[in-house]
């Protein structure tokens, strides 16, 4: 994870480590490396952040209000509360991943 400022100045950034004793779903990967930067943020007392994401399936379901009882449901419920009790003015996109290659051309 990095943080930027508004023109894109790399400010911070930190590296977390899961050490699984299963075998998870992706889905569920993608909506932790959510929830991550969420405590990391709210550990700085940070407001007012863009929340950039690259699996379409969690911002889709952050944004509609199905409920969902599986670990993927579960984590994103988490999510939804950390976002609307600590983050009001902040929000969460999505962006198309590029790899290095393509950046270069």
């Known amino acids: 994870m990095y943080l930027r400022d508004d023109p894109g100045v790399f400010i911070l950034a930190k590296t977390t480590w899961f050490?699984?004793?299963c075998e998870c779903d992706v889905?569920?990967?993608e909506v932790v490396?959510?929830?991550t930067p969420l405590e990391w943020?709210?550990?700085?007392?940070?407001d007012n952040v863009y929340f950039v994401l690259n699996s379409k399936t969690?911002?889709?379901n952050l944004k509609i209000g199905i409920n969902d009882n599986s670990e993927f449901g579960c984590?994103?419920?988490v999510c939804k509360?950390?976002?609307?009790?600590?983050?009001?003015y902040s929000h969460v996109e999505?962006?198309?991943?590029?790899?290095?290659?393509?950046?270069?051309n």
Do not use: A
């Open 58 to 60: 969690v911002v889709k």
């Open 19 to 21: 050490s699984l004793l």
């Open 75 to 77: 984590i994103l419920y």
């Open 41 to 46: 943020m709210g550990d700085l007392r940070f």
């Open 81 to 88: 509360q950390f976002l609307h009790n600590s983050f009001q």
């Open 94 to 104: 999505f962006s198309l991943r590029q790899t290095n290659g393509s950046l270069m």
């Open 33 to 35: 490396g959510l929830h």
């Open 27 to 29: 889905d569920v990967g």
